[in-house]
C-alpha cells in the first residue's frame, strides 16, 4: 500500500512563494506519473501538473511560469515550487501518483491536467495553502 504524504503549505501574501513536498513512502511502480491536484472550497479539484518517471512534466495553464515540479527519486519525493502566487492559487493541494503501465503512465503525464481524479489510485491527504 503506497501513502503520499504532503507538507509544506502555510499561509503567504501574494506574491510570496512556497514549495510543497510529497513523500512516497511506499513503492511505486517503476513507471510512474506523479503530480499536483489543488481544491478550492466550492470548486471542483483540478490538475495543477505532473511529472513521470523520465522527469518530464506537464503543467496547467495557469500553473505554467510560476510553478515547477520536481523529483528526487533518492528520497522518494516530489517537490511543487510556487513563485508569484496569487490569491486565486489558495486551495488544498493534494499529490496523486499512478504505477503501472509504461504506456498507461506515460499518457496520464502527458495529458494529466486533463485528466479524472480517478485515474490515479494513490493519494495524500492535502496540505492547505492560503494566499492573502
Known amino acids: 500500500h503506497v501513502q503520499l504524504v504532503e507538507s509544506g503549505g502555510g499561509s503567504v501574501q501574494a506574491g510570496g512563494s512556497l514549495r510543497l513536498s510529497c513523500a512516497a513512502p511506499?513503492?511505486?511502480?517503476?513507471?510512474?506519473?506523479m503530480g499536483w491536484f489543488r481544491q478550492a472550497p466550492g470548486k471542483q479539484r483540478e490538475g495543477v501538473g505532473g511529472i513521470d518517471r523520465d522527469g518530464i512534466t506537464t503543467y496547467a495553464e495557469a500553473s505554467k511560469g510560476r510553478f515547477t515540479i520536481s523529483q528526487d527519486n533518492a528520497k522518494n519525493t516530489l517537490y511543487l515550487q510556487m513563485n508569484s502566487l496569487k490569491p486565486e492559487d489558495a486551495a488544498m493541494y493534494y499529490c496523486a501518483a499512478y504505477g503501472g503501465g509504461a504506456y498507461v503512465a506515460r499518457t496520464l503525464c502527458l495529458d494529466f491536467v486533463t485528466r479524472s481524479t480517478e485515474d490515479f489510485p494513490y493519494w495524500g491527504q492535502g496540505t492547505q495553502v492560503t494566499v492573502s
Open positions: 511506499g513503492y511505486i511502480d517503476s513507471n510512474y506519473c
